[in-house]
Nanobody
């Protein structure tokens, strides 16, 4: 069955960087558009970024554009999110998603 396992979260100071990873299994990863979403404490899910199956096209929420980079390695069935210039408002649980299915998430806390 579809399995998505996120990792790479942690505590980082404002202005810092983190790289999130998502290991996918149970489906043909290379033919699916993939998504990162996040949920801040007490708030709903927020779309962060999308990437097409080939990795050639990427899309970002205005709140992260220019700071975050989504990428994928279809040979490794892996999805990534490079997050730079992190802000306290980026604090959230981050999920990778395929067609609305999500993993357990990885927590990112941006605080001094």
């Amino acid at each position: 069955q579809v399995q998505l396992v996120e990792s790479g979260g942690g505590l980082v100071q404002p202005g810092g960087s983190l790289r999130l990873s998502c290991a996918a299994s149970g489906f043909s990863f290379g033919v699916y558009r993939m998504t990162w979403v996040r949920q801040a404490p007490g708030k709903g899910l927020e779309w962060v970024a999308d990437i097409d199956p080939s990795g050639d096209s990427t899309y970002y929420a205005n709140s992260v554009k220019g700071r975050f980079t989504i990428s994928r390695d279809n040979a490794k069935n892996a999805l990534y999110l490079q997050m730079n210039s992190l802000k306290p408002e980026d604090t959230a649980v981050y999920y990778c998603s395929r067609d609305g299915r999500r993993g357990q998430g990885t927590e990112v806390t941006v605080s001094s």
